[in-house]
């Protein structure tokens, strides 16, 4: 295949440095804008939902014709309001080590907390990066602080729980204002998977054990799941990154709400692999991504108008089912994953590196979705050929071959939770009474030896790694 734009001077994206890549993402995305006004002035005209009662998506087996998008939400209570509870420390003789920051991209920044001996207080300040004080951040400014306005609101109204990281409400700490947080000890659900993929493929770890350690992990972010559904939200970008393992209570916790809103809410969609196809459909044509600067009141942006609520598909609802396709997603990369870079089921759309090609790609194929996904299950236990295009077979032979050798359960578990219509998906309390969820003393125990070790023997591989690296290059050559 030519560069893209041949002819034009433009340069193939994956062959662009870090900057260039940025650059390329916004201009993606900057005409799209425009093509979509072109066609049609008024954005949300354009999402008026199909015949079929499933996310705007006109499939030939439509549901039944009783299914409302709205009237199911409507009813539902209001959040509960709870009281954050009382910071460990002295917020007032505290002060930000902001020399050493744990975490820090263009919009959030997570600084350590020390006490008045200037020691850790195992705490982080959540807040706003400097670099948006600078002219001409006006807007990224004012989002940003709308996401951290919106996570303490769904902390504020999400019940405490071991399974959530603890937040102590939002505080002004040497003039910088952000959201008090414990800082967990351990490391990323996203490095740990890898650990576990590194490890089997180098035999370490043999086959058992890699998929009872990931089974017990997948158990666990189930269990993170449901604190957030029993309190009416989604947390919308439920994927490895947000979830950390914490070594000293040996259980996954979930962290960033940023995008967590509650159930009747216009969602807010995260990571296109981790949210479903109707959620990233509507992410792509959302109108809010296009406003400089966000309304004021939490109302003007979550709720929906009279004209929205009988014209935006079901995509654009706040669900929990959402976060199931994320959950289903995990189970997917790791149990079908060869080697360390992860497998990722995008129905069959072709994905590259820049996420605004991404969303557009997993769009385009939502909305002719082909016969193979509406008429058979995400991983078939009986492969029949007719079912894929034959630039397909050997991968889905490929994959279907593995998924029986984890198991049938395993098989099951993805297919409830992986289904690309969102009404052939479980709900969490359904996730959590399949086959797959249930683990025996001896499968938990041995789950956790393999998990409290993995870390080292990763860093092992890793060092190792590097040292025949360094040899390499510092030999001489002949």
């Known amino acids: 295949m030519g560069p893209i734009g041949a002819g034009q001077g433009k340069r193939r994206p994956d062959k662009l440095d870090v900057q260039a890549r940025v650059k390329y993402q916004r201009q993606q995305l900057v005409e799209h804008r425009n093509k979509q006004l072109a066609v049609n002035p008024d954005p949300v005209r354009k999402l008026s939902l199909s015949s079929s009662g499933d996310s705007g998506y006109n499939s030939p087996q439509t549901p039944s014709p009783n299914l409302s998008r709205f009237e199911s939400v409507k009813a539902l209570p209001s959040a509960v309001e709870y009281e954050y509870p009382a910071p460990p420390i002295d917020i007032e ?121 990931t ?78 600067t966000p309304p004021a009141g939490r109302e003007e942006l979550n709720k929906f108008s009279e004209r929205e609520l009988e014209e935006l598909p079901r995509g654009a609802m706040t669900e929990p089912k959402v976060d199931i396709y994320g959950l289903g997603q995990m189970a997917y990369m790791q149990g079908l994953s060869d080697g360390e870079d992860p497998e990722i089921f995008t129905l069959g759309a072709n994905i590259s590196g820049i996420r605004a090609n991404t969303e557009l790609a997993i769009q385009r194929q939502f909305s002719s979705l082909p016969v193979r996904y509406q008429k058979f299950p995400v991983l078939p236990l009986h492969l029949d050929r007719k079912m894929f295009p034959k630039h397909e077979l050997a991968k889905a032979v490929r994959q279907t071959d593995t998924a029986k050798k984890i198991g049938r359960d395993y ?42 070790t993995s870390t080292d023997k990763y860093r092992t591989i890793e060092q190792e790694r590097i040292r025949k690296e360094t040899l390499k290059w510092n030999s001489p050559r002949t």
């Open 215 to 292: 089974q017990r992990l997948l158990c666990q972010a189930a269990e993170c799941m449901k604190v957030v559904h029993d309190a009416g939200f989604m947390h919308a970008d439920f994927r490895p990154h947000n979830l950390m393992y914490d070594t000293q209570k040996k259980h996954l916790r979930l962290i960033d709400l940023g995008t967590t809103t509650h159930v009747g809410e216009k969602a807010r969609p995260g990571h296109e692999w981790f949210v479903d196809p109707a959620a990233v459909s509507f992410k792509v044509n959302d109108r809010r991504r296009y406003m400089s």
């Open 411 to 452: 098989i099951q578990f993805v297919n409830a939770t992986l289904a690309p219509l969102r009404d052939n998906r479980s709900t969490i309390d359904e996730v959590l009474a399949l086959p797959y969820m249930q683990m025996s003393l001896f499968q938990s125990n041995l789950a956790d030896q393999v998990l409290n």
């Open 93 to 213: 003789s505290s002060s930000l080590d902001t020399e050493h920051p744990l975490y820090c991209t263009d919009s959030v920044e997570l600084i350590p907390l020390l006490d008045a001996n200037g020691q850790d207080t195992g705490l982080l300040l959540k807040t706003l990066p400097e670099s948006l004080e600078a002219k001409g951040k006006e807007g990224k400014k004012a989002w940003a602080l709308k996401s951290l306005e919106n996570e303490a609101y769904a902390f504020k109204h999400i019940p405490s729980s071991e399974k959530l990281v603890q937040c102590f409400g939002m505080h002004t700490i040497n003039e910088r204002r952000g959201i008090l947080l414990e800082k967990i000890q351990g490391s990323t659900l996203e490095d740990k998977f890898k650990e576990l993929r590194v490890l089997h493929q180098e035999k370490v770890i043999n086959s058992i054990q890699f998929r009872t350690a």
